[in-house]
C-alpha cells in the first residue's frame, strides 16, 4: 500500500514504521492502443498501467516497491482489478470523467471480527500451506452492506482506498478529468447485501468515508501552477540553527533506514514508480506549490443506486447523490518571505454538491478482501434489459491527444454492431470544456455538437462552431438506455470519458508579457534571437550561432486553468527566411515539449530553458538577411502538417578578425634563477582557458595564446626592483603597525635620509615598481621583433612577490618620431595565482581577458566618488545582475552554451553577473561583456592601437 507526500520531510520523519508495515494490492496490464481509425482503443484507465499515469512520483511513498506494472502481471489477484466507472460532479464544484470500479464488495455489520484481510479461504489456504491446522480467527455472522466504490483512475485511490495529498497526483488531464485531479467515493447501500441485488432495481444509499463508516471524505482533489523546493531559511536565533540541523540530522538517518530496510527486504526500488524517499532532499524544508489548488472534504450525500444488469463477470448500474460538501479553493502565490515559500488565499464554503455516474464493478469472486475492511462480494447473475452489451471499439481523436485542429477536430466513433439512427443525437455524445468561476475552478460549458452516422455502426461529431485553440475538451459517449444504444437495443455499460488539446494558434499576435523577457517583442507569436555572443548584436562569419525560439502565446481568461494548454509536442527547425524549402540551418530539434512562457520557474529561465535552442549554424558573411524559425505542432494520423513560422531580420558586420597573443615569464625577484615548473604549466594553462574565453566573449573567429621567446634575465634591474619591493613591505608592515600618518612621515624621513643603505632606494609603490618591470620587458620584446607575430604580449609575473593582478599598458608615442603601429601596441601584465595566494586559479584566465578588453578600448563601468565610495559601490554589485548583459556564452565547437541575462539569470552563477570590465577580478563564471562593449569591440578590432576609440 502507498502513502502519498504531504509538502515537507515531516511524513517521513514521523510515519516511517507505519508505513513499513502497509500491504500492496495486485492487478494486470495491457499494451497501448496505436492510433487509427481501426485501431482499438488505447488500454483501458483503470489496469495499473493506466492508474500509475496520474501519479507524481517525487510525491509518492512505494513501500514494497509494488508501483509498476511488472508487478502485478498476471497471478491470482487480477481478477481484482477495478472495472470501468463514470463520475461527474456538479453544483459546489464542475468536474468529472473516465473513473474506475472496485470489485463489488461488502462491509460486515455486527458479527465477529477477524484478522485484517483473512477470510475463511485465506485461513485454509494458509493452513495447507503450512502443513497443519491454525488457528486464525475471521469475520463471520452478522449481516453484510454492500459497498460500491468508485474513483478516479489513480493508483493511490487503488491501493490507499482514498486520494491522500493533492500533489500526490500529476496529469495532463487523464480520463477528461481537470489536470492534476482525482475523485474518491464510497457508497454504501442501505439494507441491502450482495445476494439481495436484482437488475431493475433502486436502492437507497449514501456516500461514507474510506472505512465504510460516517459521512464522505476526500472527494475531490485538484492543483495547477508550479512546483518548487523550498529551503530552510537562515536561522534567526541560535536555538533555531540546532532544530534545523537536529531536523536534517534525522531525516537523513530515517531515510537511510528507510532504503536499508528496503534494501533487505528484496524491494525492486530501482523500478518502482513512487520515489518519495530517494528523491527526498533531507537538507531542505520541502517544497512549495504556487497556483490553485481546489478539495472537496467531508460531506453529506445520499441518494440512489440502480442497477441495469449483473453478469458473471460486473454488476452494471448506476448512481446519483446530492447533498452538502466542504469545498476549499487556495489561491497561492510565491511569497516574499523566501525561496518556496507560498501566501495562500483561502475561499472555504459548505454548499451544495451532486455527483452520479456509471459503474461496472467486477463480480468474479466471493473470497478475500477488496481492501480491509471489505470484503470482496459476489452477486446472483440478473438481467433486465438487452443481453447484448454496446462496446465502443474505435474513436478518434485517442486519449489525450495533443494538437487537434480547432476548427475540426476529427471526433469519430466506431462501435461493435448497428445502431439505431433514433439514438444518434446531440444528447448522446457531449463536448465539454471548463470555464474559469473566478476562484480557480472551472464551470464545464458544453459545446454544440451534430452527431450523425457514417454507416451502420459508425458516429462522426462535427461543432457547430470552431471550437477555442489551445483548450482541453472533454468528449463524453453516454451510456444506459439514454445513451447511444443498438437496433436490438444494446446500450453502453458506461459512459465512455476522454479528453484531447486543441492546438495553439501561433499566428495570433494578440498582447503579451507574462513570462517573456523585456528585450523581446510584448505579443503573441514566434520570435527567435540568433546569438553569437551578445544578443541582438551583429553577426559575423565564421563564428557559432546559436538559434533561440520562443513560443509564446498567453493564458486564456476564459477558460479555467486546468483547462488550458500550457505545453504541447513539436518539431522545431530554421530556415533561411527568403526560401520556405531551403535547407536548414541546424539539426531540426524534434520531439521537443513546447511549453507557455509563464510556466517556467526562475531556475528554468536561467538555464535558457525558456526557449528551443538550434545549435550547429557557423554562418557566411551575409548568407541571409532573415532566420525563419518554424514550429510544427505534432499530430496523430495527420493528413498534413501544420507548420508556424517566425521571422527575424539579421544584421551582418564585415570583421573577420584572428586574435593571437603571445605571453612570456618576467624573469625576476623568485623566478630570476628559473621558472618553477607548476608556474611554466599555470602560465600554459591560462594561456589555454583565456584563449577560449576570449573566443567566447569577442566577436572573434578565433583566439590562440602562446608562448613567445622570453627576454633574458637583468641582474641589475632585478637587484634593483628586489630592493625597491624589500623596502616597500617593510613601510608597508609599519603603516599596517602605526596609524594612518605614519607613511607620510615615513616618506619625509626617507628623504632626508642616506644611511643606512637600505633607505638609499626611493620608496614607491608597487604599481610604479610593476610598470618599470613591464616597461623593461616591453622594450626588449619590440626591439627583437617579439610583436612581430602577436596582437598582443602578456607578461607574466609571480604574484606572490608583485602582491598585484593584471594591468594594461598602453605606450603612447608621437607618430612624427616613431610612425610605426607597433611602437603603439600595448601590453599586458598579469600575475599569475595559484591555490597557495587564497586566489582562485581560474581567475587568472578571466583577467586576462578583462586585460585585453582594456587594449581593445574598453574601460571600466562607471562607478564614480571617492576610492572608500568606488570600493563600496563594487561591494554592493557582488552578487546583482548587471543591466545590459544579454546573450550566451558558447563553447567553441557550437554545440551548447550558457546563458547570460540580466533578465532571466546567469546560468553559471545563481546570484552574480557582472560586465567583463568590472574594477575587480572575478572568476569568468560570473561575468560577461555588455552589448554596449561588444559593439566596441566590433569597431575596434577593425582599427590599429593608435587609433582605438571607447
Not at 194 to 213: I, M, W
Not at 453 to 464: E, H, K, N, Q, S
Not at 509 to 516: E, I, K, M, V, Y
Not at 810 to 824: G, H, I, K, L, M
Amino acid at each position: 500500500m502507498i502513502k502519498s507526500r504531504a509538502p515537507g520531510p515531516a511524513l517521513i520523519r514521523h510515519g516511517i514504521a507505519a508505513l513499513l508495515a502497509l500491504a500492496a494490492a495486485s492487478g494486470g496490464v495491457m499494451a497501448q492502443g496505436e492510433c487509427g481509425p481501426d485501431a482499438p482503443p488505447p488500454v483501458p484507465l483503470c489496469t495499473v498501467a493506466g492508474m500509475l499515469e496520474a501519479m507524481n512520483p517525487s510525491q509518492t511513498l512505494d513501500v514494497f516497491g509494488n508501483l509498476n506494472p511488472a508487478a502485478f502481471a498476471g497471478g491470482a489477484n487480477r481478477d481484482l482489478m477495478p472495472g470501468q466507472a463514470s463520475m461527474s460532479f456538479a453544483g459546489g464544484l464542475s468536474a468529472g470523467g473516465a473513473a474506475c470500479a472496485r470489485h463489488l464488495s461488502a462491509r460486515r455489520l455486527g458479527g465477529t471480527e477477524g484478522v485484517p484481510g483473512i477470510d475463511a479461504g485465506t485461513a485454509d489456504m494458509l493452513a495447507d500451506m503450512i502443513g497443519e491446522d491454525v488457528d486464525i480467527p475471521t469475520a463471520s455472522g452478522g449481516t453484510r452492506q454492500t459497498i460500491f466504490e468508485v474513483f478516479s483512475p489513480n493508483i493511490i485511490s487503488y491501493q490507499g482506498g482514498g486520494l491522500g495529498q493533492p500533489l500526490s497526483l500529476r496529469h495532463g488531464g487523464i480520463g477528461g478529468w481537470p489536470r492534476n485531479s482525482g475523485a474518491h467515493l464510497v457508497i454504501a447501500l442501505k439494507g441491502a447485501g450482495p445476494g439481495d441485488l436484482k437488475a431493475g432495481e433502486t436502492y437507497p444509499t449514501k456516500a461514507v468515508g474510506s472505512s465504510g463508516t460516517g459521512t464522505a471524505s476526500g472527494l475531490y482533489s485538484a492543483w495547477t501552477g508550479q512546483i518548487r523546493p523550498r529551503p530552510y531559511l537562515p536561522p534567526n536565533t541560535e536555538n533555531q540553527r540546532r532544530e534545523q540541523e537536529f531536523e536534517k540530522r534525522t531525516c537523513h538517518r530515517l531515510r537511510r533506514q528507510f532504503l536499508s530496510n528496503m534494501e533487505a527486504a528484496g524491494v525492486p526500488l530501482g523500478s518502482t514508480t513512487g520515489r518519495q524517499v530517494r528523491d527526498m532532499d533531507c537538507d531542505s524544508d520541502g517544497i512549495g506549490q504556487a497556483g490553485t489548488r481546489t478539495t472537496a472534504t467531508g460531506g453529506s450525500l445520499a441518494g440512489t443506486v440502480t442497477i441495469d444488469q449483473i453478469t458473471e463477470t460486473a454488476v452494471i448500474g448506476r448512481f446519483d447523490l446530492s447533498g452538502t460538501a466542504k469545498i476549499e479553493r487556495q489561491t497561492r502565490s510565491w511569497s516574499t518571505r523566501g525561496p518556496g515559500r507560498v501566501d495562500v488565499d483561502r475561499d472555504t464554503d459548505t454548499g451544495a454538491l451532486s455527483v452520479s455516474g456509471r459503474f461496472a464493478a467486477p463480480n468474479m469472486r466471493n473470497m478475500g478482501f477488496t481492501r480491509p475492511p471489505f470484503e470482496v462480494a459476489q452477486a446472483p447473475t440478473s438481467n433486465a434489459g438487452p443481453g447484448a452489451q454496446l462496446r465502443l471499439t474505435s474513436y478518434r481523436p485517442r486519449r489525450d491527444a495533443k494538437n487537434l485542429p480547432w476548427d475540426n477536430p476529427g471526433i469519430r466513433l466506431r462501435f461493435n454492431r448497428p445502431l439505431d439512427p433514433a439514438s444518434v443525437v446531440p444528447g448522446a455524445v457531449t463536448l465539454e470544456t471548463g470555464l474559469a468561476d473566478g476562484q480557480g475552478g472551472a464551470v464545464m460549458a458544453p459545446v454544440k455538437v451534430r452527431p450523425r452516422l457514417a454507416g451502420a455502426d459508425t458516429v462522426i461529431v462535427t461543432p457547430r462552431k470552431p471550437l477555442r485553440d489551445g483548450v482541453r475538451y472533454r468528449v463524453t459517449v453516454r451510456a444506459g438506455p439514454n445513451g447511444l444504444h443498438g437496433t436490438e437495443g444494446a446500450f453502453l455499460p458506461v459512459d465512455q470519458v476522454w479528453g484531447f488539446d486543441t492546438m495553439v494558434d501561433l499566428d495570433d499576435s494578440d498582447p503579451l508579457s507574462a513570462g517573456l523577457a523585456d528585450h523581446l517583442a510584448q505579443t503573441e507569436g514566434i520570435e527567435s534571437d540568433t546569438i553569437q555572443v551578445a544578443t541582438n548584436a551583429r553577426l559575423v562569419r565564421g563564428k557559432p550561432a546559436v538559434i533561440r525560439t520562443y513560443a509564446k502565446w498567453r493564458a486564456d481568461p476564459q477558460i479555467a486553468p486546468a483547462w488550458q494548454v500550457t505545453s504541447f509536442p513539436a518539431h522545431v527547425r530554421a530556415r533561411p527566411g527568403a526560401a520556405p524549402d531551403a535547407p536548414l540551418l541546424t539539426p531540426e530539434a524534434r520531439d521537443v515539449t513546447i511549453r507557455r512562457p509563464d510556466d517556467f520557474t526562475d531556475h528554468e529561465r536561467r538555464m535558457a530553458r525558456n526557449s528551443i535552442n538550434l545549435y550547429g549554424w557557423t554562418p557566411d558573411y551575409q548568407e541571409l538577411r532573415t532566420v525563419r524559425t518554424e514550429i510544427e505542432p505534432i499530430r496523430d494520423c495527420a493528413e498534413s502538417p501544420r507548420i508556424f513560422s517566425g521571422s527575424e531580420k539579421v544584421a551582418w558586420d564585415p570583421l573577420d578578425r584572428d586574435l593571437k597573443i603571445g605571453y612570456v615569464f618576467a624573469r625576476v625577484g623568485p623566478w630570476y634563477d628559473f621558472i618553477p615548473q607548476n608556474m611554466i604549466k599555470e602560465g600554459a594553462l591560462t594561456a589555454k582557458r583565456a584563449a577560449r574565453y576570449m573566443e567566447q566573449v569577442f566577436p572573434v573567429q578565433s583566439a590562440e595564446m602562446t608562448e613567445a621567446p622570453a627576454p633574458p634575465p637583468d641582474p641589475n634591474l632585478n637587484d634593483k626592483l628586489v630592493a625597491a619591493i624589500d623596502k616597500t613591505y617593510q613601510f608597508e608592515l609599519l603603516s599596517e603597525t602605526f596609524s594612518k600618518d605614519t607613511m607620510g612621515t615615513l616618506k619625509w624621513l626617507n628623504s632626508v635620509l642616506a644611511n643606512p643603505p637600505a633607505m638609499t632606494e626611493r620608496l614607491r609603490k608597487r604599481d610604479h615598481i610593476r610598470t618599470e618591470l613591464l616597461n623593461h620587458v616591453q622594450d626588449h620584446l619590440v626591439a627583437n621583433g617579439a610583436y612581430d607575430g602577436y596582437d598582443l604580449v602578456v607578461i607574466y609575473m609571480p604574484y606572490e612577490w608583485m602582491k598585484l593582478l593584471g594591468v594594461t599598458i598602453s605606450p603612447r608615442v608621437d607618430q612624427q618620431d616613431n610612425p610605426t603601429a607597433e611602437a603603439a601596441q600595448p601590453f599586458i601584465g598579469m600575475s599569475l595565482t595559484k591555490a597557495l595566494t587564497g586566489r582562485k586559479r581560474i581567475a587568472n584566465s578571466a583577467a586576462v581577458t578583462h586585460e585585453v578588453g582594456h587594449a581593445f578600448g574598453l574601460g571600466h563601468p562607471s562607478l564614480q566618488g571617492s576610492a572608500d565610495s568606488v570600493n563600496a559601490a563594487r561591494d554592493r554589485h557582488e552578487n546583482t545582475r548587471w543591466k545590459g548583459i544579454e546573450g550566451m556564452r558558447m563553447d567553441p565547437d557550437g554545440q551548447h552554451a550558457f546563458n547570460k541575462s540580466y533578465e532571466d539569470g546567469n546560468a553559471e552563477s545563481e546570484d552574480e553577473l557582472l560586465p567583463l570590465m568590472f574594477p575587480r577580478t572575478q572568476v569568468k563564471e560570473t561575468l560577461f561583456i555588455t552589448r554596449r562593449n561588444y559593439d566596441v569591440m566590433l569597431k575596434n578590432l577593425k582599427k590599429d592601437f593608435i587609433s582605438l576609440s571607447p
